[in-house]
């Protein structure tokens, strides 16, 4: 079975001595629960998984006995008195940070030997948790939507499969079938993530216009548009705060973002219109009831899955990392994306097709800003293939 990079980095940190809770952040179905038991298969102490999301209410004490039987395996293990804890599904525990925080403190304070790692598929209140009460005592491991490196790699995926049916690892062995592939993405995790991961754990006043706005965004990914244009499309008697706000929440859930404009200065970027980028392409084809055949007929839509994808696959790649992404634009030409770390910027244009056309964009930006590099996706340029298959890292090396 394959194993994602996340699998070795945990490996070696349980290899360490205890020091830190390791907390796994991110989407549904990217992984997160199979890398665990992989990694509760491969180490030679003792383990413990327990869910949240079974059908029984969990509540802290629900917590305590976990811990407690985990902390029973670590006095049974021998001369290394030691084993390791899965808490899965956490965030779904109304103050669950509160009781992992005493627990590993008294551990620590009778020097128990228990690893942990705690799961969440909502990453937004994971973090709260974590800020709230565990400061200083945790370290987190973001699994982020499969790339197309680990498609090729998993299921032999190519190209336009990874464009069209995007990064979810559990719907690889539907896409045979359209509709059922589709139904799968729509109803167990657009609607599970928007439903149970979002409306059921945070408060949300108007929660048929997050809806409508997720909609949206999947609609409009790779453009540009205001939130005065969105409330318009929405016909919603909301405001633009509420919207970034839903904005965020998407966001946090794994399935849209919002990129604000580069403009230098942090004011102006947080007032910018958006730019809506899906974080998973399969977020829009499997709304659009198209095939895979008909969806690369339709240029338009195809250059929007293209430009979707270098989006999705930079926002991914970059999460947990010292870098940002945004988009640029002024008097009618525009950057696709930013790459910023720290001083360092990257103008990145994306093509779908080869027609030789000027760049107007990239010249007039790196007019304005000094810029490292400036790269050509696609078209003429670096084949998006060889793109999407290199860390955005390396785009920094000389």
């Known amino acids: 079975m394959y194993k994602r990079p996340a699998f070795n980095v945990l490996s070696n940190r349980i290899a360490e001595r205890r020091q830190f809770i390791q907390v796994l952040a991110g989407p549904r179905q990217t992984g997160k629960t199979t890398l665990a038991r ?58 669950w940070s509160e009781t992992v925080k005493r627990l590993w403190d008294e551990d620590t304070a009778a020097g128990v030997n228990l690893h942990v790692i705690v799961l969440g598929s909502s990453p937004l209140l994971v973090q709260r948790g974590l800020t709230e009460s565990l ?27 990874y464009l069209f049916y995007g990064g979810y690892p559990g719907a690889a062995g539907l896409i045979d079938d359209q509709e059922r592939w589709s139904r799968y993405i729509i109803d167990s995790l657009i609607e599970t993530t928007l439903s149970r991961d979002i409306l059921l754990m945070t408060r949300v006043d108007k929660p048929s216009l997050l809806r409508r706005l997720f909609e949206l965004g999947c609609s409009y990914s790779g453009q540009v548009l205001s939130y005065q ?44 219109s958006p730019k809506l980028v899906v974080l998973n392409t399969a977020l829009m084809t ?40 945004y988009y640029w634009a002024s008097r009618n030409v525009e950057v696709d994306y930013v790459l910023c770390r720290g001083k360092e910027l990257i103008a990145i244009e994306v093509k779908s097709t080869r ?3 000027g760049l107007p964009g990239l ?36």
């Open 363 to 398: 010249e007039a930006f790196s007019r304005e800003f000094t810029v490292k590099k400036k790269l050509l996706v696609g078209g003429t340029g670096i084949p998006l293939k060889d793109f999407l298959l290199t860390p955005p890292e390396v785009w920094y090396k000389s």
């Open 229 to 272: 244009k969105m409330l318009g499309q929405l016909q919603d008697a909301g405001n633009t705060t509420t919207l970034a706000h839903y904005l965020d929440l998407l966001s946090g859930a794994g399935l849209l973002t919002g990129l604000s404009k580069y403009a230098g200065q942090r004011v102006r970027q947080r007032a910018s």
């Open 38 to 95: 992989q990694i509760l298969e491969a180490i030679v102490i003792p383990g413990h998984y327990a869910s949240a999301d079974e059908p029984m209410l969990k509540d802290r004490i629900w917590i305590e006995q976990q811990w407690e039987a985990a902390r029973f395996r670590a006095r049974s293990a021998g001369e290394a008195k030691k084993a390791m804890l899965v808490l899965d599904e956490i965030q779904k525990i109304p103050g």
């Open 286 to 325: 499997a709304q659009c009831q198209l095939s895979l055949t008909q969806a690369k007929q339709d240029t338009q839509l195809w250059g929007r899955l293209v430009e979707s994808a270098v989006g999705a696959t930079l926002a991914n790649a970059i999460k947990g990392k010292n870098m940002e992404l």
């Open 135 to 161: 400061a200083g005592r945790f370290e987190v491991v973001h699994i982020t939507h499969w790339s197309f490196e680990e498609l090729h790699q998993a299921f032999g995926w190519d190209l336009d499969k």
């Open 355 to 357: 027609e030789k056309t």
